[in-house]
């Protein structure tokens, strides 16, 4: 499917994402007609292996069209980002494996890279046991993942460097019990729960290690960072968000008056000044983001590895991305006055959802102490990078 045609698939959903706002953050969750709307609409499918059925589209265009989805309910975009990139596994699996669990092109998927679970070695599969906080999208998904420290005979398996080792197992989402914990500040729509999973057999095939596994599909698209991917997907809806909260700030003080009523708020010095910031900060950081993941995705292409400084940057970039997007939602929000302190205000929402956004891992404030660590030419752990 060809980006143009994604992206016309978007346009045809945003009105409706936008009106059902309100609804989806009472709900707590994505409402099963809209995921299902987003899943026949291929969007889920983004980085899932051609291979398999996805689409396999690029960097760039997948963090298009989650800013265009984002820019329209951050909590759609968010479900949308987690659904796509906990597809990514379908390059690490054998064949038979990635079948079964990323066959069916309608289903969704979701899951945790941290290690919460607890998979006892008992030879022929793992016995698996955990419960894992920050389940986006659960409820609307077929299948579920969850990162697991690996142990045999009772014993913590470690690797020879001395870290403990950890997969990701693979389970049907009917062997999980969804735990209504998504009681929150932002991205309310997300469903972002904890589900849990007891003694449940999982076969070794369908386990994989995104830190000691290499992807057995050889696009170029599997040669990018996988951690870098999930930043730049983080990053791309808090873009889409910001985007979101500043047209419609500018919409808002072209309309809104003064208090004596003879002119709009858009006339004012300050207003006019702090739009103008706001909007060069933003198209700012989209720029620098959208030149990191273009530098990386040239290393992708071609035969060498993709070096460390990329990587660094484009964590960096991505960082940067989601704190400016937190900033620029914080002026739309301020500049909407009064009128911004009400529930039927969007603007209060994009600037709760913006600084929910900004405590994930993959954009939190540690990743500059690791983005520092590569630019002064610091030891570094790679890993995660």
Not at 177 to 190: K, N, R, S, Y
Not at 262 to 268: D, G, H, K, W
Request: with cysteine; aromatic share 6%.
């Amino acid at each position: 499917m060809p980006a143009d045609t994604l992206l016309q698939a978007i346009d045809g959903l945003k009105s409706e994402l936008s009106a059902r706002s309100t609804e989806i953050e009472d709900a707590r969750r994505l409402p099963a007609d809209i995921a299902g709307k987003l899943a026949v609409a291929g969007l889920f499918n983004m980085l899932k292996p051609a291979a398999l059925g996805g689409l396999q589209v690029s960097p760039q265009d997948m963090s298009r069209a989650l800013m265009h989805i984002a820019a329209a309910n951050a909590s759609a975009g968010w479900c949308v980002m987690i659904g796509t990139t906990s597809t990514l596994a379908g390059a690490y699996l054998d064949r038979a494996a990635a079948d079964a669990v990323y066959g069916e092109p309608l289903d969704i998927h979701g899951g945790v890279f941290a290690p919460m679970g607890r998979a006892e070695d008992m030879g022929s599969h793992y016995l698996l046991n955990g419960t894992w906080q920050w389940g986006s999208g659960s409820a609307n998904c077929a299948w579920l993942s969850g990162g697991a420290m690996i142990f045999k005979d009772g014993e913590l398996q470690r690797s020879d460097s001395g870290a403990p080792r950890h997969r990701m197992m693979f389970f049907p989402a009917d062997q999980a019990e969804c735990i209504d914990t998504w009681h929150v500040a932002g991205l309310g729509g997300t469903g972002s729960g904890d589900f849990k999973v007891t003694n449940v057999r999982i076969p070794k095939d369908r386990s994989v290690s995104f830190i000691d596994d290499s992807p057995r599909d050889p696009a170029p698209l599997y040669k990018f960072p996988l951690f870098g991917l999930l930043s730049l997907g983080v990053a791309s809806v808090t873009l889409g968000n910001a985007r979101g909260a500043l047209d419609e700030s500018v919409a808002l003080l072209k309309a809104k008056r003064t208090a004596g009523g003879a002119r709009s708020q858009s006339q004012r010095a300050t207003v006019q000044a702090d739009i103008a910031w706001a909007t060069a900060a933003l198209h700012g950081a989209q720029a620098w983001l959208e030149k990191t993941v273009d530098e990386a995705w040239r290393e992708a292409l071609s035969d060498a590895p993709i070096s460390v400084a990329a990587r660094g940057r484009l964590r960096l970039a991505c960082a940067t991305m989601s704190e400016v997007a937190a900033d620029v939602c914080k002026t739309a929000y301020t500049l909407g006055g009064g009128s911004s302190v009400y529930l039927a205000s969007s603007l209060q929402r994009r600037f709760r959802d913006a600084h929910v956004m900004t405590q994930h891992l993959a954009v939190s404030s540690a990743t500059f102490e690791l983005a520092g660590r590569v630019l002064l030419d610091e030891p570094v752990d790679t890993a995660m990078l």
